[in-house]
């Protein structure tokens, strides 16, 4: 039973378009992140979310709209679609905002824009 | 703000050999700070977690110290094996948010 999972796995897309990127996790955690990995693999966070609030949102432009129906589900949809949001994004959770809690991430979604 | 730096892109070692990775944050120390392993196509996966006031934990052949005098922990993996190559990424927490330093990745020669 995979601990996080999001879908889909990889996003092939035109610029201009709509996308989203579904994530749930069966943990029973309080807290699930969006982070994007770039070409230099360095990963960022984009949000945090505790208990479906939004907590950080790490200055990331208005066309990424996350949303958190339940506890258990960080979906990302993203409008108008540029070539620069291609990277791989990673959803994530953790028991909560504590220092002391590990994060497990999902398998990561492979967005290319073109 | 809070900086994460982790010095060295790339290592290579002979199998067998201890690879020493460094990670060293600016400004607000933390009370734990965690240690991720990502494979290529995989998503990070955390190996270790060390408190503030511990200065040292192992699990199996990894080995993490914390020194906040420093700001600096290290990530040691003894008797490496090519199974370890890998990248490995440092973390810690604040202001609510688990932010990552830009890795090493650990290459082990056979």
């Known amino acids: 039973d995979t601990a996080v999972s999001q879908t889909p796995k990889y996003l092939v897309t035109q610029m201009g378009n709509d996308k989203s990127i579904k994530c749930e996790q069966n943990?029973?955690?309080?807290?699930m992140y969006w982070y994007k990995q770039d070409s230099k693999k360095f990963l960022k966070i984009m949000f945090s979310?505790?208990?479906?609030?939004?907590?950080i949102n790490e200055t990331v432009p208005n066309r990424f709209s996350p949303k958190s129906p339940d506890k258990a589900h960080l979906n990302l949809h993203i409008n108008s679609l540029e070539l620069g949001d291609s990277a791989v994004y990673f959803c994530?959770?953790?028991?909560?905002?504590?220092?002391?809690?590990?994060?497990?991430f999902g398998q990561g979604t492979r967005l290319t824009v073109v | 703000s809070q900086k994460i730096e982790q010095n060295s892109e790339a290592l290579n070692i002979q199998e067998g050999k201890t690879a020493t990775l460094t990670c060293n944050y600016t400004?607000?120390?933390?009370?734990?700070l965690q240690w991720y392993r990502q494979d290529p196509g995989r998503g990070p996966v955390f190996l270790l977690l060390?408190?503030?006031?511990?200065k040292e934990k192992r699990k199996e052949r990894l080995k993490v110290t914390f020194d906040t005098t420093l700001k600096q922990s290290l990530f040691h993996i003894t008797a490496s094996q090519p199974a370890d190559s890998a990248t490995y990424l440092c973390?810690?927490?604040?202001?609510?948010?688990?932010?990552f330093g830009a890795g090493t990745t650990v290459t082990v020669r056979a």
């Open positions: 400004n607000y120390s933390p009370a734990y």
């Open positions: 994530a959770s953790s028991q909560d905002l504590g220092g002391g809690t590990e994060a497990f």
């Open positions: 979310y505790n208990n479906k609030e939004l907590i």
């Open positions: 060390i408190r503030e006031n511990e």
């Open positions: 943990l029973g955690h309080d807290t």
């Open positions: 973390a810690l927490r604040w202001d609510y948010k688990l932010s």
